[in-house]
């Protein structure tokens, strides 16, 4: 304390022998093991009054009624038996109280650190959270909307700025031990013309014998039914696309007016069969961008037309 800095000489009190010392005696608990528990049964003396355990600080034995116990040890700490009882002295530390006697004084340490800030420095559990923010995502639909080019297509929030926004609200909520990671989501676009080269293709559908819609109007539905079926709510990230599922799901939004729809990439190196099965990044979900340009209505399926040994 800064206005009282010799406080340290009433903790640390010195006796006429200048050693404090407190005691223990053993007891057994119930799972058959000794412990060691604070003792008030001993008295400190430097004169033998023969009445009860004494402990005379200037041999540093042990007695009993005023007869000597054997006793063992040194350099302050010393052990006697009696009546199977262990009985310990240590030297340690003290408070003077009011009318100048000094008593055992006995404390236990707790460190509690501020929620933002660690005991232990050491990261044992990194947890990464992907992240697809609700403004990334209205920026895309309203992109789509909007029928803009590639270049134009929104970019993801960076860590940074993930970091910004939800480090203040998760973080008092993780483990010591924890590292939170935030890694933007992002959209692997597909068919359209503002795909990857590799993953633009034409849907190519055949007409049901009895369909009673026109050619537009099952243009339009197929788009819908692909739209549907890549809804975001729909996909987990890192997740593989399967064209027989696409398929499977117009079927059976069209099931009396088509009879058949495959895709076909538009890559020139491209063969039938290359977007049958398309591989996702972890932290990335599928965006199909296509549009009623990119389904075609056929009266039948061809070499040339399904690009087989092209």
């Known amino acids: 304390m800064p206005d009282y800095p010799l406080a340290i000489d009433d903790l640390i009190y010195d006796t006429i022998d200048t050693k404090n010392y407190i005691f223990f005696e053993s007891y057994e608990e119930f799972d058959g093991y000794t412990y060691y528990k604070l003792s008030t049964a001993v008295t400190p003396v430097t004169v033998l009054t023969n009445s009860g355990i004494e402990f ?21 700490e010393y052990t006697a038996t009696i009546d199977t009882t262990i009985y310990r002295s240590n030297i340690g530390r003290s ?43 209205d920026d895309v639909l309203e992109w789509t909307a909007n029928n803009r080019t590639a270049d ?7 860590v940074e700025s993930l970091n910004m926004l939800f480090s203040k609200s998760l973080n008092p909520y993780k483990a010591i031990g924890d590292q939170l990671i935030y890694t933007p989501a992002k959209f692997k676009k597909l068919f359209g013309t503002t795909a990857d080269s590799t993953l633009q293709g034409t849907f190519k559908v055949i007409k049901s014998t009895g369909a009673t819609i026109t050619n537009n109007e099952i243009k339009s539905r197929v788009l819908t039914a692909i739209r549907t079926f890549f809804d975001i709510n729909n996909w987990t990230y890192g997740e ?19 009879s058949s729809v495959v895709i076909v990439g538009k890559d020139a190196e491209s063969v039938f069969g290359d977007l049958f099965e398309i ?29 087989k040994g092209s």
């Open 279 to 307: 591989t996702s990044d972890p932290n990335e979900l599928f965006y199909s961008t296509a549009t009623v340009d990119d389904i075609e209505i056929i009266n039948s399926f061809t070499d040339q037309n399904l690009k």
């Open 152 to 158: 134009l297509f929104p970019t993801e929030p960076s």
């Open 95 to 137: 408070y003077k109280t009011t009318n100048g006697l000094s008593n055992p004084m006995f404390f236990q340490w707790k460190h509690t650190a501020p929620r933002d800030q660690r005991v232990d420095p050491s990261i044992s559990n990194i947890v990464e959270l992907i992240v697809l923010t609700t403004t990334y995502y």
């Open 240 to 258: 593989s696309f399967y064209y027989t599922e696409l398929c499977a799901f117009i079927h059976s939004q069209l099931s009396t007016q088509i």
């Open 56 to 76: 005379l600080t200037t041999t540093k034995k042990f007695y009993n009624n005023g007869t000597l116990v054997t006793t063992a040890g040194q350099q302050g």
